[in-house]
């Protein structure tokens, strides 16, 4: 369920060095784990030549329904100790031309996403208290795969401003092929030391940052930082039938700030 590949059935060899001792399964971060493998499946799965997403969809599926309402299924009652991702009830999966359909409306949906229709703060304004370890900057790993993982790109979701994150830290070096089977990142050995130095790479959100007036808030500059660095829209202009596409100003909206950035 954590470290899903294409393989079926099959685990992949890393995993076993982490079961051989039983007694020592709840030492290890299996939630911070299961997450940078995610992330590395998402990258390779943004190659040309890559079909299908590898990794715990569970999560990515969860993560979505808590933060964009419009893409929400029906929902459960269950009680405070109960896993979240279990309230959820699986949609009924289309095919042929509705999967199409279905597609082509999700994307028309993010594109015209609006502040308004994101849940920031769907595990409340103090969850970050309960689980320090949310502020934390820096690589996460599992076995060989290392993503980095900036705390401060997500401020909103502990009831603060977004501002300008800092530069994160980066590879030493990556080969990133367009058939994504050859997919590596490197990372200087270093970086394996700053998950256990939770003092220094912890995030300070009063020295960072200020408490939100508005759940969507976000200083100025970050328009214009945030536009350098991401593809505002899904569809291409070009894509269907020809559409008026507003202005990507300041004074215009905010809701292209929306996608891949929570």
Known sequence: M???????????????LFLKDHRRLTDYAWGAGALAYLYRQLG????AGSKGLCGCLTLLQAWIYEYFPLFRPSQLPQSPDAPRASSWISPRLPGGDEARQRLARYRQLLDELSADDVTWTPYGRDGHTDI?????????????IVEGYDSARCLRQFGYRQIIPRAMTVPHDQYRPASGSSYIVFWDPWVNQLWDNVAARRLDLDFASRPCEQPSEIVEEYVDWFLTR???RITHPTDGEPQPRPLLVHQVSYDFLLLFQI
């Open 2 to 16: 954590l470290f899903v590949d294409k393989s079926r059935d099959r685990l992949r060899p890393a995993i076993n």
């Open 44 to 47: 390779v799965a943004t190659r």
């Open 132 to 144: 320090p370890r949310s502020l934390y900057t820096g690589p996460i790993r599992f076995s060989d």
């Open 230 to 232: 991401s593809h505002p």
